[in-house]
């Protein structure tokens, strides 16, 4: 069976840092892209960023560029993203989802307040 | 970016009767591989989202085959042939073929009348 389960949230304050998690198994994970999508609160999915299978093509929302930062661990099955100089407007669940949105994640709530 | 615009973003619909979603790009969606890469997604309240659909007709293994999708280039529809109670939610058009910048729909939230 497909998980894909994200940690690593939690309240941060303006201009600070957090780090997400997304531990996934029950594919081959070095195979797939992989995506990261926020939603705010009572808001719409909005993509965040893409990571190919082996990590060599990265792309991100005009939104994050430049404050945060996708990886991953094919060893570690696993997906990261720093995010750093948070805003307040980055409060949000944030869902790793498998290429083409086969597969998502439980998400992980971000809520940046001072 | 491409801009992804959906209709309507409230769909109130009686149990049993069908309902009908709109999306349209700003862009057209036809890839240089040749495929459209136009996804439909459902979230239900309080959950992740499901896709119900890729590739503009595509049902995904367990959607039901109330759920149909279709369209080409820039205009595509869900349909879902009758309404059931499980489908309250929200549903979601995705372009994944400029995949630079893959880019979502509103959202069109339909409820139970």
């Known amino acids: 069976e497909v998980q894909l389960v994200e940690s690593g949230g939690g309240l941060v304050q303006p201009g600070g840092s957090l780090r997400l998690s997304c531990a996934a198994s029950g594919f081959t994970f070095s195979s797939y892209e992989m995506n990261w999508v926020r939603q705010a609160p009572g808001k719409g999915l909005e993509w965040v960023s893409y990571?190919?299978?082996?990590?060599?093509?990265?792309y991100y929302a005009d939104s994050v560029k430049g404050r945060f930062t996708i990886s991953r661990d094919n060893a570690k099955n696993s997906l990261y993203l720093q995010m750093n100089s948070l805003r307040a407007e980055d409060t949000a669940v944030y869902y790793c989802?498998?290429?083409?949105?086969?597969?998502w994640g439980q998400g992980t709530l971000v809520t940046v307040s001072s | 970016d491409v801009v992804m615009t959906q209709s309507p973003l409230s769909l109130p619909v009686t149990l049993g009767q069908p309902a009908s979603i709109s999306c349209r790009s700003s862009q057209s969606l036809v890839h240089s591989d040749g495929n459209t890469y136009l996804n439909w997604f459902q979230q239900r309240p309080g959950q992740s989202p499901r896709r119900l659909i890729y590739?503009?007709?595509n049902r995904d293994s367990g959607v039901p085959d109330r759920f149909s999708g279709s369209g080409s280039g820039t205009d595509f529809t869900l349909k879902i042939s009758r309404v059931e109670a499980e489908d309250v939610g929200v549903y979601y058009c995705?372009?994944?073929?400029?995949?630079?910048?893959?880019?979502f729909g509103q959202g069109t939230r339909l409820e139970i009348k």
């Open positions: 995705m372009q994944g073929t400029h995949w630079r910048a893959i880019t």
């Open positions: 590739k503009v007709s």
């Open positions: 990571i190919s299978s082996s990590g060599s093509t990265i």
């Open positions: 989802a498998r290429e083409g949105g086969t597969y």
